[in-house]
């Protein structure tokens, strides 16, 4: 199913008699790179591009071939006690119910706190305010960052002082495509590895950066 899911999520959805024509198998292929670079699973990575997935499949692996819960599911509407399964994630009730009132859910899901997840809503950011209903869009940015942030090894306050320096648009008129994707996350990475191995603090690039004469 993870070839299934990184093709529709690249908008493939149809094949040709040869399978795949050679754009279609570089993207598919650049997808399945890219999880791997980051160490991410296929679920994870493409939600980079694409709204998280909401798809079943069937596990052939057991006798009474039952549905695997999608990547939604088991994010929102898991039976565990770290993330308990909440009705308003239903998909008939997603758009009546607001940010505001899910918090633990979503905090839960993304692996982050809830002051984290407000400064990642904020008006500077993805410009999500909490007391909106939610979407499968808005759910799937507040996820994509949080895993920008835990890829890249930084907390999402340090992210989003990142996105700040280096003028990065997170809510851009046209959706970003999967190479720009990757280039964005490279360039994100680069910096970081810059940032650690320099003399310099987050904090002082900040301020060489704002202070350049140059600019």
Do not use: C
Not at 122 to 140: E, F, K, R, V, Y
């Amino acid at each position: 199913y993870e070839l299934d899911t990184v093709l529709t999520s690249l908008g493939i959805s149809s094949f040709n008699a040869t399978f795949l024509s050679e754009a279609e198998y570089k993207l598919a292929s650049q997808a399945i790179v890219f999880a791997r670079q980051f160490h991410v699973s296929i679920d994870e990575i493409a939600t980079w591009w694409a709204d998280i997935r909401e798809v079943q499949y069937t596990n052939y692996n057991t006798e009474y071939q039952d549905a695997l819960p999608s990547f939604y599911d088991n994010l929102f509407k898991s039976k565990l006690d770290k993330n308990p399964s909440d009705e308003a994630f239903d998909h008939s009730n997603l758009s009546s119910e607001k940010y505001e009132d899910h918090i633990p859910a979503i905090v839960a899901a993304a692996g982050i706190k809830e002051d984290e997840l407000r400064l990642l809503t904020g008006a500077d950011m993805l410009n999500i305010p909490l007391t909106n209903t939610m979407s499968l869009s808005g759910l799937s940015s507040i996820l994509r960052e949080a895993m920008a942030a835990r890829i890249l090894g930084v907390s999402v306050n340090e992210l989003v002082r990142i996105y700040q320096l280096k003028n990065i648009d997170l809510t851009p008129t046209v959706p970003l495509t999967l190479g720009a994707r990757q280039e964005l996350l490279e360039e994100l990475s680069a910096f970081v590895t810059t940032l650690s191995s320099s003399r310099f603090s987050l904090s002082e690039w900040e301020y060489l950066i704002k202070n350049d004469d140059t600019n």
